[in-house]
């Protein structure tokens, strides 16, 4: 058996390897992965604003949308896992879901609506994980007229 | 010179044609349009969930995302039309972009996040529209589950 901050590296990995693959299209390397309450990748994705010249699709917005139309009581016991802490559009999106327990890999670059989802009961984690951070450090620097955009700066 | 009330009437307007445009794909019908400060359409969208099988194109997304691809400052001073009172995912996308002026049909159907909005400086304004109140409950009353769906439950 694993233990949850082992299934916490795990994910959060998935996540890290959807970043990268934005990274390689070019994108924004955010990335993210929605478990379900039992463990099952129910969809990953992530940031396509420059791929797709998408204003909402960040990191976690790509995974839910990856993941389809599903009842209200898929998300029920999920997990959020995303490279990054989420903006108050991911924050919300979560809370629309009922989606209660958040995991991102930094908040050094970005703190989202982390106190919000606090605020409502959500379980909010940060596994500081600095392959994560210089990542998105990396781009910022090649990029940064990208990432102001994709904060609404 | 038209009143901002005349400005607010107009574009909730637009937001229920294309809630009608919805309701006439088989969709559920919520409109929304984006108005720039200086009073320009910037994007206008529907719920799409129906339409595209998507778990994140209510209205309001919609509308964002067909506005596309925009620096930070085009949002600035921009309202949200509504139909309806925007839910916590279209709320936040609101907060990312700081869209702080968001005006909606009605909330007799849904509450969304109307406070958060608020405690974040944003001005809402609710019109009190019957034919958007109307329009909904016709919906929910043919597709009950299809409306559950969408908020989550």
């Given at each position: 058996?694993?233990?949850?901050?082992?299934?916490?590296q795990?994910?959060?990995?998935?996540?890290?390897?959807?970043?990268?693959?934005?990274?390689?299209?070019?994108?924004?390397?955010?990335?993210?992965?929605?478990?379900?309450?039992?463990?099952?990748?129910?969809?990953?994705g992530?940031n396509?604003?420059?791929?797709?010249?998408?204003?909402?699709?960040?990191?976690e917005?790509?995974?839910?949308?990856?993941?389809?139309?599903?009842?209200?009581?898929?998300?029920?016991?999920?997990?959020?896992?995303?490279?990054?802490?989420?903006?108050?559009?991911?924050?919300?999106?979560?809370?629309?879901?009922?989606?209660?327990?958040?995991?991102?890999?930094?908040?050094?670059?970005?703190?989202?609506?982390?106190?919000?989802?606090?605020?409502k009961?959500?379980?909010?984690?940060?596994?500081e994980?600095?392959?994560?951070?210089d990542?998105?450090?990396k781009?910022?620097?090649?990029?940064?007229?990208?990432?102001?955009?994709?904060?609404?700066?």
């Open positions: 058996m694993s233990t949850q901050a082992e299934i916490d795990k994910f959060l990995q998935l996540a890290l390897e959807q970043a990268k693959k934005g990274y390689s299209e070019n994108g924004i390397p955010i990335g993210a992965v929605l478990v379900s309450a039992d463990g099952k990748v129910l969809g990953a992530h396509q604003r420059l791929q797709k010249g998408s204003a909402i699709l960040h990191g917005m790509d995974a839910l949308e990856k993941a389809g139309r599903l009842p209200g009581s898929a998300y029920k016991g999920a997990t959020m896992y995303s490279t990054l802490s989420p903006c108050n559009m991911c924050t919300g999106a979560c809370l629309l879901y009922g989606i209660n327990r958040v995991v991102f890999g930094e908040n050094k670059t970005f703190v989202g609506g982390e106190d919000l989802l606090r605020s009961g959500a379980e909010v984690i940060n596994l994980n600095e392959e994560c951070y990542l998105m450090q781009f910022i620097a090649e990029r940064p007229q990208d990432w102001n955009e994709d904060i609404g700066v």
